[in-house]
């Protein structure tokens, strides 16, 4: 198949542009990526790269739902974000959640006529809270993928695990098993060294929720546990898994000759600093500090080996009053050696990496009340204004932001808004800002009641960094355009490249789930976006390759297609990031036009000059 007059060389030319149009498009707008829960493995839950929402824009006015979509499930899980994936013939920027029912979704991250996901997969049935006698109602549906998964983009790799139920009432007694998947970023399929089933001594599948995020670090994927309503038997382990091949590399149990000890975190996963070490926090168990560790600080080696440990004075009583220690996580404070973390009883500990002291009060830097009951998410920013800033909003308390002065917190509140939450848990916290300044802090939060044992209306609301008595907006303000409906239960917020991404229980107690994503509103009063140009076409073999210009103010563009076989416009292509477009080129005579659009902050273009081309018909068979 040919192009009258067509060679290598207009195609070659082609391919140059569009090279100059990628380098052109890093340099003007640089991308940010949100591979794994809280942003990074130090856990600051900050973006510094964010340079369209500033306190300025973020406004009743300017600011709210541009789109959201519907999943077949209930997200526990923070959205992901990976820009610059070659899929469908274009590059897009996808946004990655999961679903208690097993399920991973891949969507276009910007383009909201892209409702179809770009990839759908499920692992299978999952257990439920009817799967055992557990107690409560903690998790109070599904519990297939619980923990939020983790991206490797450079190997175009997404790992995640998933809880899954084999056998059945007509077959097989029913059993239950967990698997560490390895996905392809752009298709959803397993690779081939994927998947692989987790197992470990005294590891039960049904028993051990995967409630922390996973964690890349060292080359390794790390899977920790918890339980479900502390329904024995139960450990707190952390796993080991070579990324490239799966190989279980080590297993850490925080009680082998006790029980409990859950890695639980608030779903926040594992921390690891410049040199690959490995922090946890540990809940209610068995204690001796020997071998097994509830109510502790963790250092681990990469390979899971444990270096040092810290136990508060009173790690019995927190014990016995189910106020574990772990319900924040551990928090790295970059270019510092400092950890921070707090639990149930309200009271956050700041302690040094390099000695973390073992048992007793005395051996941290720092311990105070910091919020009146449950500690479930920090944020750390080093504002230009404000100073070095820790940010928290306990259960039933008010938001506060602390300021650090040298190795500790002024114990003080910097800042404080006026009104407390209702219930349990406290809000799930981001950060974005523009390295030092135009900081906003996020909070997904209930709106009303208790999130504990069922789904409660959600609200997600944004304060000025430097200020947070300043609220600038809210989910509720205008909950006709921006009410993403119930509070998806400690999942943080994700905002990355003019962008939130808010997970959401969806629309019912149990069942239900969606994703609603947030942004700068078009205006009227903007320029029109101008119609793209240089518009090429080229065949080379089976493939047809479409190139053009990028179009100052775009943010992405959609290819139409009318053909002999399909006269009627449609739509083949959106939210493509690049100038470059590629498909299956017609055959036997057919003829395919094509043109292009960009899309904006403010609107639709007009459509491009038109480009068309046909294949050469068939020879005629001979007699």
Known sequence: MRLSGN???????????????????????????????HNDNFRTGTNLQEKILTPANVNQAQFGMLFKRVVDDQLYTQPLVVTGVTVGGGTRDLVYVTTVNNSV???????????????????GTPANLHSENFGCLDINGQMGIIGTPVIDKVRGVLYVVALTRTGGANGPRTEFVQRLHALDLATGADLPESPVIISAPDFNALMQNQRPALMLANGMVYVGYASHCDKDPYHGFLMAYEAKTLAQVSVFNTSPT???????????????????NVYVVTG???????????????????RLKLLDWFTPTNHFKLDKEDTDLNSSGATLIPGTHLVLGGGKEGVLYTLDTRNLGHLGDEHALQHFQA?????????????????????????????????????????????????????????????????????ILWAAIHATGDSWHESRPGVLHAYDGDDIRHELWNSLQVPARDDCGEYSKMAPPTIANG???????GSEN?????????????TKAAATLAAPNGVKIAVLGATLTLTWNAVP????????????????????????????FTESAPERGESATYTIVAVGANGISEKSDAVKVTSPKPKQMED
């Open 258 to 276: 006790g029980s409990e000890a859950s890695i639980w975190q608030s779903g926040q996963g594992p921390a690891a600093d410049a040199e690959g």
């Open 499 to 505: 962008r939130v991404y808010l997970a959401s229980f």
């Open 553 to 580: 103010g775009a943010q992405f563009y959609r290819v139409l297609r009318t053909s002999t076989l399909e006269p009627e416009s449609k739509l083949v292509a959106l939210g493509l990031t690049t100038g470059m």
């Open 7 to 37: 060679t290598l060389k207009p195609i070659l030319i082609s391919v140059l542009m569009f090279l100059s149009f990628v380098a052109v498009s890093a340099c003007v707008h640089a991308q940010v990526d949100v591979l794994t829960q």
């Open 105 to 123: 979704y891949a969507f276009d991250a910007n383009d909201a006529e892209a409702s179809m996901p770009v990839w759908h997969v499920n692992f």
């Open 371 to 439: 919020t009146a009951s449950h500690l479930h998410s920090l944020v750390y920013w080093q504002s230009s204004r404000s100073g070095d800033l820790l940010y928290v909003w306990g259960q039933r308390d008010k938001a506060k932001a602390y300021k650090f002065e040298g190795e500790k917190l002024g114990e003080t509140p910097l800042m404080m808004r006026d009104v407390p939450n209702e219930g349990h848990p406290g809000a799930m916290l981001s950060l974005s800002a523009n390295g030092n300044k135009d900081g």
């Open 284 to 302: 209610n168990g068995s204690w001796d500090g020997v071998k097994n560790f509830s109510e502790s600080f963790l250092k681990l080696t990469p």
């Open 510 to 522: 149990v069942g239900t789930g969606q994703f609603c994503v947030y942004g700068l509103l078009p």
